[in-house]
């Protein structure tokens, strides 16, 4: 007499070719109508840099990979539980299950080659974005974080300020430091963040990354935001972000104060929006 044996029905052995079908247009369908309405939203704000026109497209992909995951998910569970309801006045035990190899290892592949998909991805648009430009139209920035209050250093121009100016369609090459806490640069526009640590451009600091690429594609006046909570003056630690032409960089450049000599020196202006407390003092060792 041969011993009975419980196996595991395959997947869907319930489910036609036509119901299956039918689901997968659902899901597709779904998946459609999602994508369309969120794609749509401006999520990052209006976008007024090269690089952030990367970051956009990767996010818009990761939100139709996402619409696709949730559309079907969806769309099985409400089938499952239309097709496998208990019947009016049906107490039994549901039949006693092992599981299902085969199911099991797919749905474990496919969010295995997402998630790889995704990291790939992300790691092409992250070098497509720090890529120095081909045309060589670089400018250096050594920008300089303190509580509460920026300033912007010029090496090329020999020039110091406490708003940045920039030349529309330059690459910025923004050497980041800060004198006290950690600070973050952020200029919403321009889709780039980075944190400003305290060291990064002294000895021993080779390991902080303190640099940051951005290409301006628009004219106009944006607002430098410290996005890294750094006190109680951190709300009003903002400076302008002043987007122009050439020709107009080059004269405001001319009206600057210079750079002064002393090292580690903050030549921001006292007072003003954000309380600049930049002060004309030796912050060197004692």
């Not at 690459?171 to 006290?180: G, K």
């Not at 951005?214 to 006190?231: D, H, I, Q, R």
């Not at 302008?240 to 202006?269: L, M, N, R």
Request: glycine share 8%.
């Amino acid at each position: 007499m041969r011993r009975a044996v419980n196996r595991m029905p395959l997947p869907m052995k319930d489910m036609s070719l036509s119901t299956f079908l039918k689901g997968a247009a659902i899901a597709g369908l779904m998946t459609l109508v999602i994508s369309l309405v969120m794609v749509n939203i401006d999520w990052l704000g209006p976008v007024y840099s090269s690089e952030k026109e990367d970051i956009v497209t990767l996010l818009n992909v990761m939100i139709v990979l996402s619409s696709l995951v949730f559309s079907i998910v969806m769309v099985m569970m409400v089938y499952a539980i239309w097709k496998y309801r208990a019947k009016p006045g049906d107490e039994s035990d549901g039949e006693p299950i092992h599981g299902n190899t085969r199911l099991e290892i797919i749905w474990t592949a496919i969010p295995t080659v997402i998630v790889i998909f995704a990291g790939v991805y992300s790691t092409i648009v992250l070098n497509d974005i720090e890529a120095k430009a081909d045309n060589g139209k670089i400018m250096e920035v050594d920008v300089t974080a303190q509580q509460f209050a920026w300033r912007f250093d010029y090496p090329e121009q020999g020039v110091t300020s406490t708003e940045l100016h920039v030349p529309v369609g330059t690459q910025l090459d923004l050497h980041l430091n800060a004198l006290d806490v950690i600070h973050s640069f952020w200029v919403p526009e321009w889709g780039i963040k980075r944190d400003l640590v305290p060291g990064a451009d002294l000895p021993g600091g080779d390991d902080i990354d303190d640099t940051v690429t951005v290409t301006p594609t628009e004219e106009g006046v944006f607002s430098v935001v410290c996005t890294e909570l750094c006190g109680w003056g951190h709300a009003t630690m903002r400076a302008a972000a002043v987007v122009e032409s050439q020709d107009d960089f080059d004269a405001w450049a001319a009206d600057q104060t210079k750079i002064p000599d002393e090292e580690d020196v903050s030549s921001g202006v006292p007072g003003g929006k954000g309380a600049g407390v930049f002060d004309d003092r030796d912050l060197t060792d004692d």
